[in-house]
């Protein structure tokens, strides 16, 4: 399924990663099956599939946390390579550093990327400014409420400019209205960076509100079973017949797989 066509989508975007012939074996345990898929820059691409396809393994070797088998990925026609690109990561129960103030949290991966003063301080306040903690910087994570401790981890992962900011299930445990507050911000803040970001979700109704186009995995061995590219306008509403269509669509392709 398609809501708008492959050729459109793809059409003056440049490819930002490039997964060639990805395989992964834990022992004799195949998990991913000779994947192959582009993302492109300044996308937001959502990855869902059913429950142990091997989604989590698959961000893994994106961020190169742990070693692919066979196949490759590319960084803006290089090899990944932590020394080169900016890998970010989001994992299911992030945190914020608790014995930093929300600032020294920000500026945590400047400072490890080891980027002049003046440009931690730049890009430490502008990321203040784009989650509204400003009034804020000198606080503890314990000081700060659920929400806004997420926005802190956001803040801190877009602030290193990331190649590509990977998300394993960032918002799964949180409730509801949480959720739907904090998909809203991470909306805001992709569009206002344009940021290439790779999302996974169990959660099919979270992937058509935020993706651009849906990477749908096979049970385990995951190959990618479909790409879907959803072209609904934004801000999306839940219950508008276009997007309830999709998100059938989606749940059904995942089911009867
Ligand atoms: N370090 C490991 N060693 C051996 N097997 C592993 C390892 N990590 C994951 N697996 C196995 O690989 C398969 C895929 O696991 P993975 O966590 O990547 O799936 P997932 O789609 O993210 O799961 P979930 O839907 O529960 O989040 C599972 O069968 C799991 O048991």
Not at 3 to 30: C, M, P
Not at 161 to 167: G, I
Not at 198 to 206: L, Q, V, Y
């Amino acid at each position: 399924m398609q809501t708008g066509t492959k050729g459109t989508y793809a059409k003056n975007r440049a490819i930002k990663v490039r997964v060639s012939n990805l395989t992964k074996y834990y022992g004799d345990l195949l998990v991913l099956d000779n994947i192959n898929f582009d993302i492109y820059k300044g996308e937001l691409l959502c990855i869902v599939g059913p429950t142990g396809c091997g989604k989590t393994t698959f961000l893994n070797c994106l961020s190169r946390f742990i070693p692919i088998t066979t196949g490759s990925i590319d960084v803006d026609g290089q090899p990944a390579d932590p020394r080169l690109h900016n890998i970010a990561f989001v994992f299911q129960e992030v945190s914020a550093i608790p014995w930093l103030t929300v600032e020294d949290n920000i500026r945590f991966g400047l400072r490890v990327k080891r980027l002049p003063h003046e440009e931690i301080e730049r890009r430490t306040e502008r990321m203040l400014e784009i989650v509204g903690l400003t009034r804020y910087r000198a606080y503890y994570p314990q000081q700060l409420s659920a929400s806004m401790e997420q926005r802190v981890v956001i803040a801190r992962n877009f602030a290193i400019n990331p190649d590509l900011l990977l998300m394993d299930e960032p918002y799964g445990q949180l409730d509801v209205k949480l959720r739907y507050y904090l998909e809203d911000e991470l909306m805001r803040i992709w569009r206002e960076l344009g940021s290439t970001v790779a999302f996974i979700t169990h959660n099919i109704e979270e992937a058509v509100y935020l993706a651009e186009r849906i990477l749908i995995l096979s049970p385990k061995p995951a190959t990618i079973k479909e790409e879907v590219i959803v072209a609904l306008p934004h801000p999306r509403q839940y219950d508008d017949p276009e997007f309830v269509k999709v998100r059938d669509y989606v749940t059904e392709s995942i089911k009867w797989w």
